[in-house]
């Protein structure tokens, strides 16, 4: 092999070019490769954060379709329950019904009768009206009772029973004389 050497001016072009190439890599690094992964690192913050909006916008949706099932159940149910208040004054054919389910429950004598009516005080109520009832069974057995009163609270979602009075019947005691306070929510109209 032959003895390989340097002139000083291929050694100054050398250094230079050593220098140039670690200067190109600095500014290379420094100004294209810094910014480009600071504007990455950015990027890929506002990805997250808009991920994250996407994924509530999805939980809304998901909220709002919940809220949506849920009128269109309520306002089915609300138009049922609107159906129970049958046109007329609720004197003219609550109490016919009252005698007509008890008659059914194998219970003969019946009566219903008004005692108060109260408007509700809620403003999303305002145009229903609590109606208070007496019903009287002059005669009925115990479990024939009790039958018909789950049934009557069952059968009808808009009529609670407020108060129970039973009494015995000294010349028949198989049946007891009892009353009923009942409230009903009515339509207006």
């Known amino acids: 092999m032959k003895d390989f050497k ?17 200067v190109l890599v600095y500014v290379y690094l420094s100004f294209f490769l810094g910014p480009l992964n ?32 849920q009128a269109g159940t309520a306002t089915t149910r609300f138009a049922a329950l609107k159906a129970l208040s049958p046109e007329g004054a609720p004197i003219a054919w609550f109490p016919p019904r009252m005698k007509a389910f008890f008659a059914n429950q194998s219970i003969d004598k ?8 109260v408007a509700f005080t809620e403003p999303e109520l305002a145009g229903w009206t609590r109606y208070n009832w007496m019903i ?26 407020n108060r129970i009075n039973i009494r015995a019947l000294p010349e028949d005691p ?13 339509l207006k109209r």
């Open 6 to 22: 340097l002139s000083k001016d291929q050694i100054k072009k050398l250094a230079l070019s050593t220098i140039g190439f670690f």
């Open 38 to 69: 600071s504007n990455s690192d950015k990027m890929l913050a506002t990805i997250a954060v808009l991920q994250d909006k996407v994924a509530n916008s999805k939980n809304e949706m998901g909220k709002a379709t919940n809220l949506e099932r």
């Open 110 to 117: 019946s009566t219903a009768r008004l005692e108060t009516s």
């Open 136 to 161: 009287e069974l002059p005669q009925a057995d115990y479990s024939t009772l009790g039958k018909a009163v789950a049934a009557l609270e069952n059968g009808e979602p808009l009529l609670s029973i």
């Open 174 to 186: 198989q049946f007891q004389q009892v009353s009923l306070t009942v409230s009903t929510a009515i």
